[in-house]
C-alpha cells in the first residue's frame, strides 16, 4: 500500500523470508508493467528451476459439487459444502452439458474462512452454504456463490478516495 513504510515491508519480507519463502514488492498498480517485473522474472526463476512441488487441487474430471468440496475441506478447513437439491440439479445438468470440467471459483466473504464474515480467522469444522451457482462459460468457470455475499470487487474498510483532496492552490492531492 502506498501508505506502508519501510520499517512495515522490512517486517513483511522478514515473516515471509521465515515461512522459506520471499516476498517481492510491487507497485503495478501505479507504475503499469514496469512495476512488477521483478515479481514477474522471481515466478519464471521458480518455474524453470523445477523446484515447485505445484499439484492441482482437484482433476479436471471431478464432480463439480466435489470440486465445491474439496475447496472447503482443503482450503477452507470446513466439515462439508452443503446446497440445496436444485442448485446440485443445475450443477449436474451443466456437467451433462459439458460444463463439468471447468474450475470453479468461490465468492464469499473475504473477511472469513467461514462464510460468517465476523467469525475472523480461520475456524475449522464448519459448513459452507451454497446459495447459487452460475456459469461463466464464456470465461471458463462456474461461480459459486457462497452465505449472504453478494458479488463486486472486495473494497478495503477505508477507500483511497478518502484521501484525495484539493489543496490551498486547487490542486488535487492524495492520488497514488
Known amino acids: 500500500f502506498t501508505t506502508d513504510t519501510e ?7 522478514d515473516f515471509v523470508k521465515a515461512q522459506g519463502a520471499e516476498a517481492i514488492l510491487c507497485k503495478h498498480w501505479a507504475q503499469g508493467s514496469a512495476g512488477i517485473e521483478d515479481l514477474a522474472n522471481k515466478v519464471v526463476a521458480l518455474a524453470e528451476s523445477g523446484a515447485s512441488q505445484f499439484a492441482p487441487l482437484y482433476p479436471d474430471a471431478m464432480p463439480l459439487f466435489e470440486k465445491i468440496n474439496t475447496i472447503v475441506q482443503r482450503i477452507y478447513r ?3 459444502a452443503i ?4 442448485v446440485r ?7 451433462q452439458a459439458g460444463y463439468g470440467n471447468l474450475p470453479v ?3 464469499k466473504t473475504q473477511y472469513s474462512f467461514s462464510t460468517d464474515p465476523n467469525l ?3 475456524p475449522t469444522g464448519h459448513t459452507v452454504p451454497v446459495r447459487e451457482v452460475r456459469l461463466s462459460a464464456g470465461a471458463g468457470f462456474v461461480v459459486i456463490i457462497c452465505g449472504e455475499v453478494m458479488t463486486m470487487p472486495g473494497l478495503p474498510s477505508k477507500p483511497s478516495s478518502e484521501k484525495i483532496f484539493l489543496n490551498e492552490a486547487g490542486q488535487i492531492e492524495g492520488l497514488f
Open 89 to 95: 440439479d443445475q450443477l449436474h445438468a451443466w456437467e
Open 7 to 13: 520499517t512495515e515491508i522490512q517486517a513483511m519480507k
Open 83 to 86: 446446497a440445496d437439491k436444485s
Open 120 to 122: 475472523r480467522g480461520a
Open 105 to 107: 471459483c468461490m465468492a
Open 78 to 80: 470446513g466439515s462439508e
